[in-house]
C-alpha cells in the first residue's frame, strides 16, 4: 500500500520567510497530491492540488512541485504571515485511498 | 448541503458501550473516507466507499470497528466495546471522485472513559 513521509514534523519561520515541507511517496500509481492546512480544532482544509501529469502549480503564495521519478513533491510558501501558522498535511491518493503525511507544524513569528 | 456535516460533534461513552458516528457528505459526491485523528497526530485511514462499497477496509483498527453507507449518501461509523485507546477525533470527507478534492467534516471528538 501507499506510504507517505512528511518532513520536518516542525517549521519555525520569521515573517516574511519562505517555508518549505516535503514530502516522499511509495506507490507509483499515485496520481494525486493534495496538500491540507488544518487550523486547531478544525478540520483540514485543501490549499492546493497537483496531478501526476503536472510538475508545478502555484496559487499567489503558495506552490507546489511533483517529482514524479524520484516520488517527491514539495509546498511552498512564501512571504509568510502569522495566519499561515497551522498544521500541513501532504496526501497521496493511489487507487482511491487518500494517504496522509504525518503533518507538519508551522509556525510563523512575527 | 452545503459541506460535509458531522454528528455528533462530541461524544463521550463508557468503557464498553457501542457508539454511532454519523456523517452526511456533500451532496452528489461518490467517495467518503473516514480518518482517525488522535491528539497532537496525523490522519489516520479507516475506510473510503465509492458509492455504497468499500473498496479497502483495510484500515479497519479491529473487529470493534465497522462502517457502512447507504443511498450513496450517509454513512455510519460503529464502535463496538470501546476502549480507552479509541478516544480520538474521527473525521469525515467526501469528494466527487476519487482523485478529487476531498472536503472535511469539522470530526467527531470521542472520549471513552
Known amino acids: 500500500g501507499e506510504n507517505v513521509e512528511q518532513h520536518p514534523s516542525t517549521l519555525s519561520v520569521q515573517e516574511g520567510d519562505s517555508a518549505v515541507i516535503k514530502c516522499t511517496y511509495s506507490d507509483s500509481a499515485s496520481n494525486y497530491f493534495p496538500w491540507y492546512k488544518q487550523e486547531l480544532g478544525k478540520g483540514p482544509q485543501l490549499i492546493i492540488d497537483i496531478r501526476s501529469n503536472v510538475g508545478e502549480k502555484k496559487d499567489q503564495r503558495i506552490a507546489v512541485t511533483l517529482n514524479k521519478t524520484a516520488k517527491h513533491f514539495s509546498l511552498h510558501i512564501t512571504e509568510t504571515q502569522p495566519e499561515d501558522s497551522a498544521v500541513y498535511f501532504c496526501a497521496a491518493n493511489s487507487w482511491g485511498k487518500l494517504q496522509f503525511g504525518a503533518g507538519t507544524q508551522v509556525v510563523v513569528t512575527p | 448541503g452545503a459541506g460535509v456535516s458531522q454528528s455528533p460533534s462530541n461524544k463521550v461513552t463508557e468503557k464498553g458501550k457501542d457508539v454511532e458516528l454519523r456523517c452526511d457528505p456533500i451532496?452528489?459526491?461518490?467517495?467518503l473516507y473516514w480518518y482517525r485523528q488522535r491528539l497532537g497526530q496525523g490522519l489516520e485511514f479507516l475506510i473510503y466507499f465509492q458509492g455504497n462499497s468499500a473498496p479497502d477496509k483495510s484500515g479497519l483498527p479491529s473487529d470493534r470497528f465497522s462502517a457502512e453507507r447507504t443511498g450513496e449518501s450517509v454513512s455510519t461509523l460503529t464502535i463496538q466495546r470501546t476502549q480507552q485507546e479509541d478516544s480520538a477525533v474521527y473525521l469525515c470527507?467526501?469528494?466527487?471522485?476519487?482523485?478529487?478534492?476531498?472536503?472535511f467534516g469539522q470530526g467527531t471528538r470521542l472520549t471513552v472513559v
Open positions: 470527507a467526501s469528494s466527487f471522485h476519487t482523485n478529487t478534492e476531498a472536503f
Open positions: 451532496s452528489g459526491h461518490t467517495a
